[in-house]
């Protein structure tokens, strides 16, 4: 069965250095998400991605968050400058047709800042 | 924006016994509902989903009702393992978006043997 994947499982980082968690969506679906969770908390959204633009984004996302697709298969999510609070596991998630249809989520990356 | 608040969160119950989670949700557009089960450390795994068009779904032991007009969705278990023990999440989106979803807080099941 067809799965998204996501690398690293786990990252440590300093706080105030830059990140890149990656991800290689299911091969034909078209909408790519990013979400968080902090540690016991709810899974929040951060941004969706549709036809190579950003098509939503919480307030979460702020100027500090970037995303890419650089190629026909990754999908990365970059954090410039991690503070502390940035410390969540991260999941990425897609689907074959936006809105109603199941969304598949990777395994996450942990993300740890010191 | 949309809201999703559920209740409640924990949960405990006997095996065998059923279980219910409930939620709602404020944005009335909202017309898909999932709902995701996530075991410690692992990624949130869809087990069933209802859309706006239909009141009730089941899967097996897994059902969803949905009253849009009080605009609540909830998730019900019978015959609970111990294996269903996880954390349940209810979600919400719109059909016509993009599908971010929009997660309830989500309930901690405990299903003793």
């Known amino acids: 069965e067809p799965e998204v994947t996501q690398t690293p499982s786990h990252q440590v980082t300093q706080m105030g250095q830059e990140v890149i968690l990656r991800c290689v969506p299911i091969s034909n679906h078209l909408y790519f998400y990013w979400y968080r969770q902090i540690l016991g908390q709810k899974v929040e959204f951060l941004v969706s991605?549709?036809?190579?633009?950003?098509?939503?984004k919480s307030e979460i996302f702020d100027d500090q968050f970037s995303v890419e697709r650089p190629d026909g298969s990754n999908f990365t999510l970059k954090i410039r400058s991690t503070k502390l609070e940035d410390s969540a596991m991260y999941f990425c998630?897609?689907?074959?047709?936006?809105?109603?249809?199941?969304?598949?989520f990777g395994q996450g990356t942990r993300l740890t800042v010191v | 924006g949309e809201n999703v608040e559920q209740h409640p969160s924990t949960l405990s119950v006997q095996e065998g016994d059923s279980a219910v989670i409930k939620c709602t949700y404020s944005?009335?557009?909202?017309?898909?509902f999932p709902w995701y089960k996530q075991e410690l450390g692992k990624r949130p795994q869809l087990i069933i989903d209802i859309r706006s068009n239909v009141g009730e779904k089941k899967d097996q032991r897994i059902a969803v009702t949905l009253n849009k007009t009080a605009k609540h969705f909830s998730l019900h278990i019978t015959e609970t393992q111990p294996e269903d023990s996880a954390v349940y999440f209810c979600a919400a989106s719109y059909a016509g978006s993009q599908g971010n979803l929009i997660f309830g807080k989500g309930t901690k099941l405990s299903v003793k043997p």
């Open positions: 998630a897609s689907t074959n047709q936006g809105g109603g249809t199941e969304a598949f």
């Open positions: 991605f549709y036809n190579n633009e950003i098509s939503e």
């Open positions: 944005d009335s557009a909202s017309n898909y």
